[in-house]
């Protein structure tokens, strides 16, 4: 084997897949330039250069770097998470076209595919991803797609992902992943055959709560056809933004695999306490999903859910009583961010349906940063120690 063939590791494709020399400078500069100058004779549209067709310098690099770590062929970035989504479900499904999709989805996609898509005359038929049996009764001849998450939000669940592909092959579907909770350190969908694979690039790929983007990769006719699509819808990616989350990708190894630690950490101290009911974390044996998330997974990721004993009264004064995580949305970043879902992410899901799907009023979600695993227990130590009556107390 030529050392040029040799397969690199994560880190190292992290750190310099894509890079260009730009006058020697070691990092890639931003390109804050609209529009570029034309070889004298261009006439294709294809070779104009603006930010809007996303094929500047700053765009090329970053998805240079993608695709190289996604291992597919092509990648693409977007202004924002839901416009990678709306561009790809816009670029590859036509009117008349009906999909298979996961339940529980990310609320901004279901309600793109319920209230956009729907107008556009595309059909959805909502499905249990841990049931694979029952996805076919919902097959229809115009069946275009079938698009799952790798885990759930808020109950982390793992749908039987190498089913979805197996079954996508079998009845000439497109197989379409939002990957952004697993993220491409702890799971690859590319390989394991999705033909398309999204990020929420504002979560982990950025990793610093400070951008909003989203990224599309897979093979390039794909990747083509939702960036013809991206071009005229005109979510693109500004130059600034395509720098923040190139410097931000950098560290995407050392980051999620310290975030697994801190969640795995978090889950075991919960686990352990006379306060808490159940801790939902994929990692945990305890967990519905953890054989099939072992078997996909290098590892379970940063975001964890758990319900106390004293329901929604304690889940207010936990919150209250920790020191380190700040209460708010998102997930991904540095920093440990803290929500109830029943008034955020879930807000707009009437108050019987939240339930069925598992998600009480007093159930809390943890989105782990980087901070040593030693400090966020002890601070969720001693805030679910102060819900206990005083006797009670643990050591
Ligand atoms: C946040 C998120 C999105 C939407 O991403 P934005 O960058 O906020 O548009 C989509 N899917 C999942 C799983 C997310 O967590």
Redesign the pocket.
Known sequence: MTESKRPQGLQTQLVHAGEHDYNGAVTTPIFQSATYREEPGTTRYADVRYVRLNNTPNHDVLCQKLATICEGSSAMVMS????A?SNTFMALLRHGDHILAQDCL?G??RGFLTREAERMGIEVSFIDGRWPESWSQHLRPNTRMIYV?AMT?PLVQVADLAQVVTFSYNHGLLSVI?N??ASPVNFKPLKLGFDVEIH????YLGGHSDV???AVIGQRRFIDDITRTLNHTGGCLDPHACFLLQRGMKTLGLRVKAQNAGAMAIAKTLLNHSAVAQVHYAGLPSHPDHAIASDLFKGFGGVLSFELHGGKPHAMALIEALTLPTLAP??GGVETLITLPATSSHAGVPADERLKMGITDGLVRVAVGIEDPEDLCHDFRQALDSLLPKEEEQA
């Open positions: 924002s998470g839901m416009a989504i990310y901004g996609t998450e939000n939002d952004t909770f929420s690039a504002t979560k909003v983007a989203g998102s997930l």
